[in-house]
C-alpha cells in the first residue's frame, strides 16, 4: 500500500486521520502541489484528475478521498468509522459530505488560482471568499449537530467517525484563512477533543515528512 | 418517507435516479430554489445548510445526496448501485465524487450568484467559469473510463450504478452552461444509454411535477 499526500492538502489530511485511526501504515509517496507536480505526465498517469491523495493498492490505484476512507472501512471494520444504524450512518455521512462537497471544493488551489487570474482578485478578496463558504458552511455543520442531539467528545458520541475525519482538517483550514467560528461552541469542543486524540495529532499538516513552514 | 426537491437541482436529480432505479415512490415535496425557499425558517428547520435534496423518513430528515443514496442502498440492496468488489466500489465511488466534490459544488446557485454580485461578473464571465470545471473535470473522467477498461454501456459494465447517478445530472449541466464535452465519447455512449433508460428518463429535470420552462 503506497500512499500520495501532500501535508497541506486538507483530502489528503482526511485519509492520513482514517490511515492512523485503522493502524496502517503504508508506504509515503509526496506530490509537491505548490510546485504543480500534480500535474507532471507520471502523476496525471496514476490519477488523470491531478489531485492528491491517491492509494495504491493491489495493482490498483484509489482516489477521493472519500472513497478511500469508505474502503478502508470495508476492508478494516475495526475501530469502525460509521455507526451501524442505517439512519445514523446517513448522519454522520451528511455530515462529512456538507464539508467534503460545500466547503473544500471552493478553497482548493486551481479555484483560488482562477479568481486571482482570471478575476483579479488580490489575497484579501481570496480571503473574503473562501471565509464566506467556511463560514456559512461551518455554521450550518454546528446548527446540525445542535439538532440531531446526538454529538459528545465527537461530532457523533464520543468516538471519532467520518465527520470529524473531515471536520478537523477543515478547521484547520479556516484557520488559514482566517475565518471566524468562535461562535461554534459545539465544534470548538470537538476540536479540543481531537488535537488530544493521537490519529489527528499525527495527521496534522505540521507534523509531516513533507512539512515546510 | 418524503422527498424535498427542486426539477434543476443537480443533487435532486441524482437522488430522483435512485430512488427510479430502487422502485421507490415517495411523497414529493418542492423547494423553489430561484425563490429562496431552501432560506425559509420551515426548511432551514430541516435542513440548517439550506439545501435541497432531503429525505424524511422515520423522524429523520437526511440531507447530502450521497448520503441519501449510500442510504437506500443500505436499505434496499437490490438492484445495486455499487460493485461488490471492494476495489470496483472504491472505484465507483471516487467518479461520482469526482463529479459530487469536484465539478458540480462550483456551478451551485449560491456561487454564480457570490460571482455575479461581488466579483462583478456577468453572465458570459459566469458560463466561462462553469465550462471551466466542467469541462475539466469531465475530460478526467473520461481519462479514467478509458485507463479503467472496466465502462460497457454504463460507467461500470452494463448497469447504472452511483457513478453515472452522478454522471447524467452533470452533463445536464454542460448543456445548460454550453460546455463543450463533444470530445468525450464514453461519456457520450453512457448518456445515450441513460437517455434510453426508464429511471434517468423519468427523473430528468424537464420531466418533473415543478418543471418551468
Known sequence: ??????????????????????????????????????????????????????????????????AIIEYLEETHPSPPLLPSDLLDRAHVRALALSIACDIHPLQNLRVLNHLRE????????IDRWARRWIESGLSAYEATLIASGRSGAFSFGDAPTLA????????????????DISG?????????????????????PSRQPDTEV
Open 1 to 66: 500500500m503506497k500512499f500520495y499526500g501532500y501535508f497541506r492538502s486538507s483530502a489528503a489530511y482526511r485519509c492520513r486521520i482514517a490511515l492512523n485511526l485503522k493502524g496502517l501504515t503504508p508506504e509515503l509517496a509526496f506530490v509537491h502541489l505548490r510546485k504543480g507536480e500534480q500535474r507532471s505526465a507520471n502523476f496525471l498517469a496514476l490519477n488523470p484528475q491531478g489531485f492528491v491523495p491517491a492509494l495504491e493498492i493491489g495493482g490498483e490505484v484509489l482516489t477521493q478521498s472519500l
Open 118 to 125: 482570471e478575476f483579479g482578485q488580490d489575497q484579501a478578496g
Open 164 to 179: 470529524d475525519i473531515c471536520l478537523i482538517p477543515q478547521v484547520f483550514g479556516a484557520q488559514r484563512f482566517g475565518a
Open 184 to 204: 461554534l461552541k459545539t465544534i470548538a469542543r470537538i476540536t479540543t477533543h481531537a488535537e488530544a486524540h493521537p490519529a489527528f495529532y499525527a495527521a496534522h
